[in-house]
C-alpha cells in the first residue's frame, strides 16, 4: 500500500498509481544504474550471501565447499595485497600475447585466450544441437566487439561514444605500460577492427529467429570461410572432444573475419588481444584499473556514479565464478520446502489455465492447437536449485591470488562446457544459480526454471492474499510458460527440436498479432530521443501479454474454490489487488544513460512499459478499475496473440 499513488488517475497511468510513491521515496543509490524491487531483493540475498561468506572465509577448514568460496571471497576482499601485486599476475599472458611471431600462430593464441574466457574475435562452445536437442553440438559464432551492440560502432550519433571508447583503451593500455602516443595509435585501430567485426555481425533481431543461426557444417567448410585461421589447430588446443559437424552460426561473420584478419597489421591484432585481455581482468586488478574500467563500462555507459563497495563485487564474483559451491549453502539457509512445494503447485494451476487458453483460441486450427498442447505437455518444471551441484573440487583456490583464482574457476567452467561436444544434454543444469532474482524458459530443453532467489517478497509471500502472490509469481509463471510460444520459442518443439508444427495459415495469423504488439511497444520513449525497439521486445512483451492473462484465469478459479479471499482489503477487490501486484513487481527508477543502453541491447522493455503496455491490453485490467476507451491504459485495440 505504500507504493501507491492515489493522486493519480489508474486508467491513465497505472505504473504511476501502483508505484508513484515508491518512486519518490526510492532514489536511485549512486552505485547503481537503476534501482528497481529487484534490486531490493538481490540486495536482500545479497546480504545472506556476504554472511555466508564471511563465514567460510573464517572457517576454510570446515569443509571443502567452506575452502573454494571463503578462500575466494578472502583473496577477492584482500584490497592491500592485490595494490601490491599490481598487474603482475596478468603480465605473462600480456607477454604471450607480445611475443607472437606471425599471423600463423594466432590461433593458437586466440584458442588459449577463449580457454580462459577472454572474448576474442569469436565464441566457441558447446549447446543443444537444434535438430536433436538430446545431444550437444559444438557451435561457434560472432563476438569479439567491446561496446554493447553493433550500432555503437556503426550509427553517426554515437561518435561522442566511440571516442569515449578509444580514450578508455588508450588508458587501459597505458596502465599496462604502452606510452600515450603508441596508446592512442593501438586504441583507434581496436576500434577500426571491431567495426569490421561489428559490420560483419548479425543484429540482435536478426539473431532472435533461430533459423537465421542455424547453418551446419564440417571444419573444412568453417575453414573454407576463413582460410586464414588454423581452425584445426585451434580445436586441437581447446581440447575439445572429436566432432564432424559444428553449427556456424553466422557465416558472413566468418567470412568478413578473414578479411579483417587480412587487413590488420600482426601489431594490431596483439593489441587487440592485449585489450580485450586486460579489459577481462580489469576488476581484479589494482584500484587504477578498476577505476578506469568503471568509469567507462558503468559511469559512461549506465549513469552509475560510485563503484559498488568491495564485499559486493567481491560477493558476487564468487557468485558468478562459483555460483554452485555458494548456491548449495544459500539454498540451506534461505529456502525452504515450503516455499518449493508452493510453488509447484501454482506452475500447476497456471499449466491448467494455459491449457484451456490455447483451448479457446478462436484464430488457431485445430491441428497447430494439438501441437501447441503437446509441447506444453512436455514443458518440465525446475525449481529452486539443481538436482546434483556443479563439483569444483578439482579447481585450486589459493588466498592471495585472486587473478588466478578467477582464471581457474573460468577454466573449469569453460573445460566443462567444450567436454559436452557430443555428450547427451543434461537437462537437470541450471543456467542461473540459486541466489539469482530471475527466472528463465529454455527452448532447446522445453523447460521453465525458477531459482529459489526468485521465490520471496514482493514475488512471492507465504502469508500474502493470494491475489497479490497470483499477480506476482503468477504472472512470472505464465510469462516463462509463455516463452515457449513466443516468437522465437514457437520454432521449437515439445522435444526442444527446431520444427515447424504450424499451419502456414497459423503462422501468418500469429505474426499478424505479434506485429501489433511490435508497434504497441515501438512506441513507448523510456528518456527522451530513444523509443523501445518492438521487434528486439517481442519475445519478452508477447511473454507478459499472455502470462499476466494465464495468471488472471488461475485467480479467477481461486475466488471460485475460496482459496483467494473474495473480500476487499485495503478497499480493493481481489481483481485489483491482482494487478496491483502484477504491477509492483515492475517499480524502478532508472538512470537516462541505462535506459538509453537497454533499449538497444535488452529484450526486456523498461518496467514502466512492462506494466503499462501489458494492462492497457487487458479487458479485464479496465473492468476492474473502470476504465474506458479513450483513457490511456486502454488500448483502442487490444493486442494478443495467446
Ligand atoms: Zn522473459
Redesign the pocket.
Known amino acids: 500500500m505504500k507504493a501507491v499513488d492515489k493522486s493519480v488517475d489508474p486508467c491513465k497511468d497505472f505504473f504511476q498509481y501502483a508505484c508513484g510513491s515508491w518512486v519518490k521515496v526510492n532514489p536511485i543509490p549512486p552505485q547503481y544504474p537503476r534501482w528497481s524491487r529487484f534490486n531490493e531483493l538481490q540486495d536482500r540475498n545479497d546480504d545472506i550471501l556476504r554472511q555466508i561468506l564471511e563465514d567460510s572465509a573464517r572457517n576454510q577448514n570446515r569443509s571443502a565447499i567452506d575452502q573454494e568460496i571463503g578462500a575466494f571471497y578472502q583473496s577477492c576482499m584482500d584490497e592491500t595485497g592485490i595494490e601490491k601485486t599490481g598487474y603482475t599476475s596478468i603480465k605473462p599472458g600480456l607477454e604471450k600475447i607480445r611475443s607472437l611471431k606471425d599471423k600463423a600462430a594466432l590461433a593458437e593464441e586466440v584458442a588459449r585466450l577463449h580457454n580462459e574466457g577472454i572474448s576474442v574475435f569469436f565464441r566457441f562452445g558447446a549447446g543443444p544441437d537444434p535438430d536433436k536437442s538430446t545431444v550437444n553440438l559444438a557451435n561457434i559464432s560472432q563476438g569479439g566487439i567491446g561496446l554493447p551492440d553493433r550500432s555503437y560502432y556503426l550509427q553517426p550519433k554515437d561518435e561522442a561514444m566511440r571516442a569515449k571508447y578509444v580514450a578508455h583503451i588508450s588508458r587501459m593500455l597505458q596502465l599496462i605500460g604502452e606510452a600515450p602516443a603508441d596508446a592512442d595509435g593501438q586504441a583507434k585501430a581496436i576500434l577500426e577492427l571491431e567495426t569490421t567485426l561489428a559490420k560483419a555481425s548479425l543484429d540482435r533481431v536478426a539473431i532472435r529467429d533461430p533459423k537465421n543461426t542455424h547453418h551446419k557444417m564440417t571444419v573444412a567448410q568453417l575453414e573454407a570461410l576463413t582460410p586464414d585461421f588454423n581452425f584445426k589447430q585451434y580445436f586441437a588446443v581447446r581440447g575439445t572432444p572429436a566432432f564432424e559437424n559444428l553449427n556456424v552460426a553466422e557465416p558472413d561473420f566468418f567470412k568478413s573475419l578473414n578479411a579483417a584478419l587480412q587487413a590488420a597489421s600482426l601489431h594490431d591484432l596483439q593489441s587487440y588481444m592485449a585489450w580485450h585481455y586486460v579489459s577481462a581482468n580489469a576488476a581484479l586488478l589494482p584500484k587504477a584499473f578498476v577505476a578506469e574500467n568503471f568509469d567507462f563500462y558503468s559511469r559512461t555507459l549506465t549513469g552509475a556514479q560510485e563503484l559498488q563497495p568491495r564485499w559486493k563485487r567481491c560477493t558476487e564474483r564468487v557468485d558468478e565464478r562459483l555460483g554452485e559451491a555458494l548456491g548449495q549453502k544459500y539454498v540451506e539457509k534461505a529456502f525452504g520446502r515450503q516455499a518449493k512445494e508452493k510453488t509447484q503447485q501454482l506452475v500447476g494451476l497456471i499449466e491448467k489455465q494455459m491449457a484451456v487458453d490455447i483451448d479457446s483460441l478462436t484464430w488457431m486450427s485445430g491441428a497447430t492447437k494439438e501441437q501447441a498442447l503437446a509441447k506444453l505437455k512436455g514443458v518440465t518444471n525446475k525449481i529452486g536449485y539443481p538436482e546434483k551441484w556443479r563439483d569444483y573440487s578439482s579447481v585450486t583456490v589459493k588466498e592471495g591470488d585472486l587473478v588466478g583464482d578467477d582464471q581457474r574457476a573460468r577454466e573449469y567452467e569453460i573445460k566443462r562446457n567444450l567436454g559436452k561436444v557430443g555428450k547427451a544434454v543434461d537437462r537437470s543444469e541450471f543456467n542461473m544459480t540459486p541466489p539469482t532474482v530471475n ?3 529454455n527452448p532447446l530443453q522445453n523447460n521453465i526454471n525458477f531459482p529459489a532467489g526468485i521465490l520471496q517478497p514482493p514475488f512471492y509471500t507465504n502469508t500474502a492474499d493470494m491475489a497479490v502472490n497470483f499477480g506476482g509469481v503468477g504472472a512470472v509463471i505464465g ?2 510458460l509463455t ?1 515457449g510460444f513466443d516468437d522465437q520459442g514457437r520454432n521449437f518443439d515439445a522435444d526442444g527440436n527446431l520444427r515447424d508444427w504450424w499451419t502456414k495459415e497459423d503462422t501468418d495469423e500469429f505474426k499478424k498479432r505479434a506485429d501489433c504488439l511490435a508497434e504497441e511497444y515501438s512506441g513507448f520513449s523510456p528518456v527522451e530521443g530513444a523509443n523501445v525497439n518492438g521487434r528486439l521486445t517481442l ?2 512483451n508477447g ?1 507478459d501479454n499472455a502470462g499476466i492473462r494465464l495468471a488472471y484465469m488461475a485467480l479467477l478459479g481461486g475466488l471460485e474454490n475460496g482459496s483467494v479471499n473474495r473480500e476487499k482489503l485495503d478497499g480493493y477487490t481481489p481483481q485489483q489487488r491482482f494487478f496491483l501486484g502484477f504491477a509492483q513487481i515492475w517499480c524502478s527508477n532508472e538512470r537516462p544513460e541505462s535506459a538509453r543502453n537497454r533499449v538497444r541491447t535488452d ?2 522493455s523498461p518496467g514502466q512499459f512492462r506494466v503499462i503496455g501489458t494492462l492497457r491490453n487487458q479487458p479485464e485490467f479496465a473492468q476492474a478499475f473502470g476504465c474506458s476507451v479513450g483513457q490511456a491504459m486502454v488500448a483502442a485495440q487490444g493486442c494478443r496473440v495467446w
Open positions: 527466472a528463465y524458459y510469462h516463462e516463452h519475445g519478452e511473454a529484450p526486456h
